[in-house]
């Protein structure tokens, strides 16, 4: 016996049809839901991530800050070392500066006078010295103590540097300055305020009074450029010696 097949009917095929086309938005729906929140849950870790490195710059960045505030500081505190270091070198410098010309070890430069002394040009006569007549060490030296009194800060005689160990003695017909002889004439430099130091040799009753009673022959010269040479024998000092303190 045939099994007769029934056919669908046009109201079935299009409730199928319908029923497809349902299918397939569900699950079209469901795709996208799900990619919804699949994509909500990758922004939400990727939010999660940028808030995590967010906090991790911000730490970084406050680590860099202390880091920064610390080397300012310690260049701060260098500058300021090197700034006091440089000041103290300044003020030694100075100091070396000023005792070296003190003890007549650099050449100098400055205003002054120029101070020339020679011989009497007269003849002698018989009833007076013909000894008076000519230059003693004891004349330098007068001249030499008036300039120290008047604030010369730096004296020589025909090139010769005055100094703490300079002797000025006579050897004869010459005088010996700095164990070197020298003749008439003897140029004195001094270095100082000029009007100063020449009014203190012009004093009435001074030392240039009594040279000119002898007819020594004196000329005193203002310079604004004088140049005094450095000493150039040795200090040598065998019983003086630096006292420490506390001793």
Do not use: W
């Not at 701060?76 to 003890?103: F, G, P, R, W």
């Amino acid at each position: 016996m045939k099994v007769k097949i029934k056919r669908p009917t046009g109201g079935q095929v299009a409730i199928a049809i319908l029923l497809l086309i349902l299918g397939i938005l569900i699950s079209m729906q469901i795709k996208s839901v799900r990619q919804s929140n699949e994509l909500k849950n990758l922004e939400k870790a990727r939010a999660i991530e940028l808030a995590e490195q967010i906090n991790q710059l911000r730490k970084e960045n406050s680590s860099l800050k202390a880091h920064i505030y610390e080397l300012e500081s310690r260049i701060k505190e260098y500058q300021d070392s090197a700034a006091s270091i440089s000041k103290t070198t300044e003020l030694l410098k100075e100091e070396l500066d000023k005792v070296k010309i003190l003890a007549g070890l650099t050449d100098v430069v400055g205003p002054g006078i120029v101070i020339t002394l020679d011989d009497s040009k007269l003849p002698a006569t018989t009833n007076v010295d013909p000894n008076s007549f000519l230059l003693h060490d004891s004349d330098i030296l007068q001249v030499i103590n008036e300039l120290r009194a008047a604030g010369a800060e730096a004296i020589s005689i025909n090139d010769q540097r005055v100094v703490a160990t300079t002797e000025i003695r006579c050897a004869g017909p010459t005088i010996s300055i700095n164990n070197t002889r020298y003749s008439a004439p003897y140029i004195i430099k001094a270095i100082g305020d000029p009007k100063i130091l020449k009014n203190s040799l012009m004093m009435r009753g001074g030392i240039i009074d009594l040279l000119k009673e002898f007819s020594i022959e004196v000329k005193i010269e203002e310079a604004s450029n004088i140049v005094i040479p450095r000493y150039t024998g040795t200090l040598k000092f065998n019983f003086a010696k630096i006292k420490s303190e506390g001793s």
